[in-house]
C-alpha cells in the first residue's frame, strides 16, 4: 500500500474521523488524520504519552510529547498540554492534524476585592476554579501548562508556586466553586477562620449567588426543588424521586428574546450543576451546553443559539465579611462573547 492510500484510508469515515480504539499504523502518513479514543479499563493510569503510543504504534516518546506540546490532543474536549496527565477509564482522547492554540496564561484575573482573609475574583470561562487532589503536588513549570484560577491569583497576589517537591504550597481555601466554562464571580477564603465563616454562610444559604443562562423557547419563571443525584440512570447527574440532596432554584425571566429566554437563577442550595440540571429537567438546558443536552432516554434538546460556550454567568455574589461582619456585595456584566450572542439573538426574526 502506497502513502497516499495509507493516508486516504485513515481520513475515510465521518469526514476524516476514526474512532478505532487501536487505529492504523500511522508511521508513514505524512500527516496524522483526526483520531478519537476512548481510554480503556487497562490503560487506566497511564500517562496521556504511554497510551498515545499504543494508539499510535511505532511513534517515538519524543513524537507522542510534541503532539500533546503543540497542541494536538484534547483530554475530554478539551486542548491539553501536559503529556504526563494520568488517565481514568472511560476518558476520551481526540488527536488532531491541526494544533490548537495554548491558552494565554491570564496574568491579569481581575480581583474585586483583597484583603488578609478573602479574596474575590472574576472568573474567566474555560479555566478550572482549583486543581484536582492528585495535581496539587505539582511544581510551577507543570501547573502553568494548564492553569487554574487559584494558582493564577496566588500568583498574582506574589505568592510563588512550588518549585522544588518539598516546598511549601501556598494556596487559597475553597468554599465555592464554577464549572469550568462557567464566568463571574467567586470568592475564596485565605485564613482558616475566613473559611469556617464562609462556609457557615454557604451552609445556612444566606450567600447571594444569582447567575444569568440563556435557555431555548419559552422558559416561564418558577421555583425549582428537587433532589439531587450523582446519576440519574444514563451515568449523568440529575434529579431522583426521593433520594439525594435537596437542591431550590429560584428562576425569573429577565428577557424575552425570540425563540430564547434570558433568566435570572438564584441559588438558595448549590449543588454540583444544579442550575445546569434543573433548566435542562424544564425542558430548557443552557445554550451551549455540553453535558445536560439530552433526556434520560438520549434524546437531544436543540439548542440554535451559537453560543461559543456555556452561556451561565455569575452575575451577583453577596455576603457578610466572615471576619468585620461588613456586607459585601458585588455584580459583574455578561463578557463580550455572551453579550455579542444576545445581540445577534435579539435581531433573528421571530
Partial sequence: MGRRDLKQLLTLRRGGRTTNRYPLDTTRATTLADQRFEVAAEQANQTIAAVLRQWLPGQSWTHVRGLVDRGQV???GEPWFDAARRLKAGEVVEVSSKPAKKPNLVDAIVLRHVDHHLVVAEKPAGISTVRHPAEREWLEERRLKVPTLDDLILRQLGERL??????PKPRLRVVQRLDKETSGLIVFARTVDAERGLGSQFA???VVRRYLALVPGRAPAQIIRSHLVRDR???RRGSGVAEGKDAVTHVEVVEELPKFTLLSCRL???RTHQIRIHLSE??????GEKVYDRTPGGRQLPDGSGSPRLFLHAAELGFVHPI????MHWEMPLPPELR???EKLRTRPH
Fill in 74 to 76: 484534547r483530554l475530554n
Fill in 268 to 270: 438558595e442550595t448549590g
Fill in 233 to 235: 440512570g444514563d451515568g
Fill in 204 to 206: 445556612r444559604h444566606s
Fill in 324 to 327: 468585620t461582619n461588613e456586607a
Fill in 282 to 287: 424544564m425542558g430548557h438546558p443552557v445554550c
Fill in 162 to 167: 512550588p518549585q522544588k517537591k518539598h516546598e
Fill in 340 to 342: 455579542e450572542v444576545l
